[in-house]
């Protein structure tokens, strides 16, 4: 194994990559990635992980909750993509009591206007469409 693949198998590690996915991407053995992994520490629990937005390497922080997201950013960017994979029900679709457009909304949350603006409109101005 050459320096460069050393330091290859180095980074990608760190950077929260597991075994199968070095070797994969490198075009080794799974076995020689282990060895390498086992010889230079590189083994176990990794207190390391990845963005799940970007995929930049995440510093954790011992006895604090792991982090997932390097940004708040980048936090939003995949909650926004990903909103069915919350704790929360998912949405329901809604029709919105002044405009009409539909939109989406959590179960609990019982709202009748899609945006601040149509429910000022709608409370100051009165009209607006009424499914």
């Known amino acids: 194994m050459t320096e460069e693949q050393k330091q290859q198998i180095y980074t990608l590690r760190r950077g929260g990559l597991g075994y199968k996915k070095i070797a994969l991407l490198m075009s080794i053995s799974v076995n020689t990635v282990k060895s390498f992994c ?3 520490e590189l083994t ?6 990845v963005c799940l937005a970007c995929g930049k390497p995440l510093v954790q922080i011992p006895k604090r909750k792991q982090r997932k997201f390097c940004s708040v950013q980048c936090r939003e960017t995949w909650w926004s993509r990903n909103r069915d994979k919350g704790n929360k029900p998912t949405g329901e679709t809604c029709r919105c009591a002044h ?3 539909i ?14 603006a149509c429910y000022v409109a709608e409370r100051f101005q009165g009209g607006g469409v009424h499914a």
């Open 99 to 101: 405009c009409g457009r």
């Open 44 to 49: 176990g629990n990794r207190s390391f992980a």
């Open 103 to 116: 939109f989406s909304a959590y179960r609990r949350e019982h709202r009748k206007y899609c945006s601040h």
């Open 38 to 40: 086992r010889n230079n």
